[in-house]
């Protein structure tokens, strides 16, 4: 895992994660494939489908993590969904913070990217990046823009969509606010949990966390 001026504020090794951060039951992470049934996941950045066009992940890696709360969280979106035969779709979760480094060394604009001095929510597992699908065939509902889209119709405010578009965005941003999320204003797919700084940042490349991770 390459090193930088950041590490100081980091936990760099799974080893610290296990003596420190697993003594809390809050801290520990959540394999969400495996928390939430009927989940879909396509993390975005196992591939080259991304604003970075490459890999930033193992390649074809389709396994996301969030710490205990957020998978909780999420679990009972998914079942709220579900009644409506909807599903959540994950584009991204956990990210080591290394990636995030290489994010702000291409887009230098906080609005899209975390500044690597304080880490960012993905780093600590609190914030992930959702859309809705069809639970049946998982088919995506529209909502107006693709992921990892950095103009003004990704905002959250953003009003010129179709009322279609509008009623789609509005239900996944309810539905994730009703369950104590808090919406990102420049990315209608970002949701954070609150009190984040309660969450290390971590640097755990994800194939060692699929080892460590509940």
Known sequence: MPKNKYTPFISEISLK??????QIDSLRMINLNTKIPCLYVDLRYAGNN????????????????????????LKKVQQTLNAKGLSLKIWDAYRPFAV????????????????????????????????????????????????????????????QFSANILANRKLLRDIMVINGFQPLPT?????????????????????QMKKIAH
């Open 17 to 22: 994660f296990q003596n420190k951060d697993l």
């Open 50 to 73: 991304n604003f970075m066009h490459s890999a930033m992940y193992p390649y074809h890696f389709n396994i996301a993590y969030a710490r205990k709360p957020v998978a909780e969280a």
């Open 100 to 159: 995030t480094g290489a994010f702000w060394n291409k887009v230098h604009d906080e609005k899209y990217v975390a500044n690597p001095a304080l880490g960012s929510n993905h780093n600590r597992g609190v914030a992930v990046d959702v859309t809705v699908v069809d639970i049946h065939n998982g088919i995506p509902l529209d909502m107006g823009t693709d992921f990892d889209n950095f103009t003004d119709s990704a905002h959250s405010n953003y009003q």
């Open 187 to 207: 990315e209608w797919w970002h949701f954070s949990w609150p009190n984040s700084a309660a969450f290390p940042v971590l640097n755990i490349p994800l194939k």
